[in-house]
C-alpha cells in the first residue's frame, strides 16, 4: 500500500508521516517532535510548573507508525501469540497505526530534576505518593485542563492499563480520535497492517472494529473544565 495514496488526515493519523509535527526546542537528550499548537500549549504549561517549583519534561512525543511497529513485533514475538497474549500486549503498548502518539497531540511527561540520577521506567509507583513524580502530577491534576491537557488512560473500564504520564491536548486530539468512527478508517488502517505484513495480523483481522471500540475508542472522558 502507498501511503502517499491515503488522506493527508490518515496519513497523520496512522503516523505514516510526520509533516503535522515540529522538533521542541532546548531537549539535549533526544529529538521529540510535536504539532506546533500543542508545543506552544505545553510551553506555556511548562513555565507555569517551573515558578511553581516542578521541572515538567518530555520523555516521548511523536512516534512513527515504523517505530510503533518494531515495538509490536518485539512484544508479540515474545508473546503467546494468541488472542491472550494480543490482549496483554494491547494492555500495555498500542497496536501500529493506532497510538495517540502518531498524532503529534500526546505526550508522556515527567518531573526531571525530582528524578535526579535515576531513570525513569513510566510506572505507577514514580507518579504516587512518595514517586519522585508525584508533587509534578498532583499540581498537573490542578492546572494541566488550563492548557487544553487531561489523562485520556485511568485505567477504568477499558483495555489500557493507566498511565499517569501520559497527557493529551484535547482540542486537536479529540479531532483525530473521532476519525476511528468511520468504518472507513478502519477499512485503510486493515489495508495498511496487511501491506505491511504485521505479526498477528490474521488474528486481528477477526474483529478490528471490536479492538477499536475497545482499546481506541473507549478513553477517559474529558472533563468539562479543559480548555478547547
Known amino acids: 500500500?502507498?501511503?502517499?495514496?491515503?488522506?493527508?488526515?490518515?496519513?497523520?493519523?496512522?503516523?505514516?508521516?510526520?509533516?503535522?509535527?515540529?522538533?521542541?526546542?532546548?531537549?539535549?537528550?533526544?529529538?521529540?517532535?510535536?504539532?506546533?499548537?500543542?508545543m506552544q500549549?505545553?510551553?506555556?504549561?511548562?513555565?507555569?510548573?517551573?515558578?511553581?517549583?516542578?521541572?515538567?519534561?518530555?520523555?516521548?512525543?511523536?512516534?512513527?507508525?515504523?517505530?510503533?511497529?518494531?515495538i509490536w513485533a518485539r512484544k508479540f514475538a515474545a508473546s503467546s501469540q494468541d488472542e491472550a497474549g494480543i490482549a496483554t500486549i494491547l494492555h500495555w503498548s498500542a497496536l501500529p497505526g493506532t497510538s495517540r502518539h502518531h498524532w503529534g497531540?500526546?505526550?508522556d511527561i515527567y518531573d526531571a530534576t525530582a528524578l535526579g540520577e535515576q531513570k525513569l521506567h513510566l510506572v505507577r509507583e514514580e507518579y504516587t505518593e512518595g514517586g519522585p513524580c508525584w508533587p509534578l502530577w498532583r499540581w498537573l491534576q490542578d492546572h494541566a485542563a488550563e492548557y487544553g491537557f487531561y489523562w485520556p488512560y485511568q485505567g477504568r473500564g477499558n483495555g489500557v492499563a493507566a498511565e499517569?504520564?501520559?497527557?493529551?491536548?484535547?482540542?486537536?486530539?479529540?479531532?483525530?480520535?473521532?476519525?476511528?468512527?468511520?468504518?472507513?478508517?478502519?477499512?485503510?488502517?486493515?489495508?495498511?497492517?496487511?501491506?505491511?505484513?504485521?505479526?498477528?495480523?490474521?488474528?486481528?483481522?477477526?474483529?478490528?472494529?471490536?479492538?477499536?471500540?475497545?482499546?481506541t475508542l473507549q478513553v477517559e472522558p474529558i472533563p468539562s473544565e479543559v480548555q478547547r
Not at 7 to 24: D, I, S, Y
Not at 53 to 64: K, N, T
Request: proline share 6%.
Open 1 to 38: 500500500m502507498n501511503n502517499n495514496q491515503l488522506p493527508n488526515t490518515l496519513q497523520q493519523l496512522f503516523g505514516v508521516t510526520n509533516q503535522h509535527v515540529t522538533e521542541l526546542p532546548g531537549n539535549t537528550s533526544s529529538s521529540l517532535y510535536l504539532q506546533s499548537e500543542v
Open 41 to 70: 500549549a505545553f510551553q506555556r504549561m511548562q513555565q507555569a510548573a517551573a515558578s511553581a517549583g516542578h521541572d515538567l519534561q518530555i520523555a516521548s512525543a511523536f512516534r512513527s507508525f515504523a517505530r510503533q511497529e518494531a
Open 105 to 107: 497531540t500526546d505526550m
Open 164 to 215: 499517569p504520564w501520559h497527557l493529551s491536548y484535547v482540542p486537536l486530539a479529540a479531532k483525530y480520535l473521532e476519525l476511528w468512527r468511520d468504518p472507513h478508517t478502519i477499512s485503510e488502517w486493515a489495508l495498511l497492517l496487511q501491506s505491511r505484513k504485521l505479526p498477528g495480523f490474521p488474528l486481528l483481522l477477526q474483529d478490528l472494529e471490536a479492538l477499536i471500540r475497545r482499546y
